[in-house]
């Protein structure tokens, strides 16, 4: 009996990575039925939005200088404003979808799913803001 436990415990250890490396692209994000698969296709949304959110930004930061006029609006003051800006955004962000959201699920499974939910949400509203005040497409 003791054998086959340990073989089992083996087969499972061998097969874990196969499950786990599952790239978001060959899941069914459409039918996801378990929590796994849940999770990693909404990571891999959250991961979509984190990506056109940097690019955003990173136009937003060079549509900046056609932008400025003159101190206090100047390139330079103008630039370290949305630098802080887009971290304050971060910090809000993550502390309510890290750090509020998971009290309404008591630690419940679903609880991940959720934050990645808020996280890509929370991104895609902000890379929507960034394009209509910087005018990027």
């Given at each position: 009996m003791r054998r086959l436990v340990v073989c089992f415990t083996a087969l499972?250890?061998?097969?874990?990575?196969?499950?786990?490396?599952?790239?978001?692209?060959?899941?069914?994000?459409?039918?996801?039925?378990?929590?796994h698969d849940m999770n990693k296709c909404a990571e891999a949304e959250l991961d979509k939005a984190d990506a056109a959110l940097n690019?955003?930004?990173?136009k937003a930061l060079a549509a900046i200088p056609e932008m400025a006029t003159e101190p206090p609006y100047d390139a330079k003051g103008w630039?370290?404003?949305?630098?802080?800006?887009?971290?304050?955004?971060?910090?809000?962000?993550?502390?309510e979808c890290n750090g509020h959201i998971p009290m309404f699920w008591s630690g419940g499974t679903g609880a991940t799913v959720e934050i990645f939910g808020c996280m890509s949400g929370m991104t895609k509203a902000r890379t929507e803001s960034l394009k209509a005040q910087y005018d990027t497409k």
């Open positions: 499972c250890l061998l097969t874990a990575p196969a499950f786990s490396a599952e790239e978001p692209s060959k899941l069914d994000c459409e039918n996801a039925m378990n929590t690019e955003t930004y990173k630039e370290n404003a949305l630098r802080a800006s887009q971290r304050a955004w971060v910090a809000f962000r993550d502390a």
